[in-house]
């Protein structure tokens, strides 16, 4: 995944926040959904979480964790990655829709 590929991502470490500002032409009130989302996420979990498209403009969710950390929940993220693509799904084929629209052509 390169930075340009990367929509958003939530670091419970650093408790910040990102939305890359190739996107900012996505409509408020969904760059609002994602954030408290990731949020949610990474407060419930720990970690860091990565939304991103990838080469065929699919969106994709990641985890990352400092091998140190003792209190991320690796079962609890898995699920709960699960259920944050069962919850957004439409919301997910809108953003793949979008990527493929304005990025790829």
Known sequence: MT???ILCSASSYTEKFYFNPKYNN???KIQDEIQVAM???T????GELYLFFDDEGN???ATDYDEADYYYD???SGLKVAQMQREKRELFEQLEE???TFFMG
């Not at 407060?43 to 720990?46: A, F, L, N, V």
């Open 26 to 28: 996505l409509p408020k």
């Open 74 to 76: 690796e079962i609890g």
């Open 43 to 46: 407060e419930d979990i720990g």
């Open 59 to 61: 969106l994709n969710i």
């Open 39 to 41: 949020v949610i996420f």
């Open 3 to 5: 930075a340009e590929q």
């Open 98 to 100: 979008y990527y493929k």
